[in-house]
């Protein structure tokens, strides 16, 4: 009836992984160019950037960065935090962001502490989200 | 005010300092800019900017511009506008979340249609949502600007 549990996850009591995630960096602008990751590449390991990465490619991993985009083809697997995330692909893992973008034809199942969330229709998302005010 | 020229039929609205408690039970739309707090099984959910709804909610659409708390499974679509909030579980098959919505708590897409099937009933569901927001916005403060579709 009302109220049962569709689904094996465990209740929201559980310790948040998010939570020790450090907070994101204070936003600055993305200093120089972006650096692009093009449909094709495949990575695991960490990046740490202070611009923007703009990923259509495969990484598994950590990434920090003022600015993360996954693009439509892009697949991120991991731990993100940044001050701006926007995902049009695939993402799962977690993250700490400022801002967070989900657009349409985007998946995320990943645990997200945010300040602003922007979903538009379409966009499927699993996970737990928490935010956090600035 | 309410427009009761609509068609109102099997729709319940609860107004601005009314509190609810109890397992609600309806066929059409419900309309929350006071407190429910309880269970709520209904076509349509609508909580306005005052609103506030303490349980959980079974339904079709949702609509949030107030709070919602604890327990949301929308079978289709969930709107969570600029002023809403949404607390605890989520389950929905599609979701829009206007920039300064929050969403604290676990959310759930039970979307398994492939992207071509979702598209249809999705822009469907679009233009079914602009006749509701006139009935929505007719019960909110006509001076918010985020009553506007």
């Known amino acids: 009836m009302f109220g049962k549990r569709r689904d094996n996850t465990p209740p929201a009591t559980a310790e948040l992984e998010t939570e020790v995630l450090p907070a994101p ?9 972006p650096a692009y990751f093009g449909p094709g590449f495949t990575a695991e390991g960490a990046i740490q950037f202070e611009g923007q990465l703009d990923l259509d490619g495969q990484f598994s991993g950590d990434i920090r960065a003022a600015r993360l985009i996954i693009g439509p083809t892009g697949r991120c697997d991991g731990t993100v935090i940044c001050d701006s ?5 695939r993402f799962s893992g977690s993250a700490s962001c400022r801002e967070l973008e989900v657009h349409t034809g985007a998946h995320l199942m990943a645990d997200v502490t945010y300040t602003e969330i922007r979903v538009t229709p379409r966009a499927q998302i699993s996970g737990r989200l928490m935010h956090r005010n600035r | 005010m309410i427009d009761h020229t609509k068609d109102t039929k099997g729709c319940l609205f609860v107004g601005e300092g009314v509190t609810i408690s109890g397992e609600i039970t309806l ?3 419900i309309f929350v800019d006071g407190v429910v707090d309880g ?11 005052s609103g506030c709804v303490t349980g959980s909610a079974k339904v ?8 919602m708390g604890q327990h949301l499974e929308a079978a289709e679509h969930v709107t969570l506008r600029s002023t809403g909030r949404l607390e605890g579980k989520v ?12 969403v604290q708590g676990e959310m759930v897409c039970e979307a398994a249609l492939p992207e071509t099937a979702a598209a249809a009933p999705a822009a469907e569901a679009l233009g ?8 929505a916005s007719s019960l909110s403060d006509p001076t918010d600007p985020s009553a506007a579709p």
């Open chain 2, 39 to 49: 269970t709520i099984e209904a076509r349509e959910l609508f909580v306005g900017a």
């Open chain 1, 85 to 89: 995330l926007v995902v049009k692909g």
């Open chain 1, 25 to 33: 960096p204070a936003p600055a602008p993305a200093r120089g160019r």
């Open chain 2, 128 to 135: 079914d949502e602009r006749s509701r927001d006139a009935v």
């Open chain 2, 91 to 102: 389950v929905y098959r599609s979701i829009d979340i206007e920039r300064g919505g929050i």
């Open chain 2, 27 to 29: 066929p059409g739309a």
């Open chain 2, 60 to 67: 079709a659409k949702a609509d949030i511009r107030g709070v």
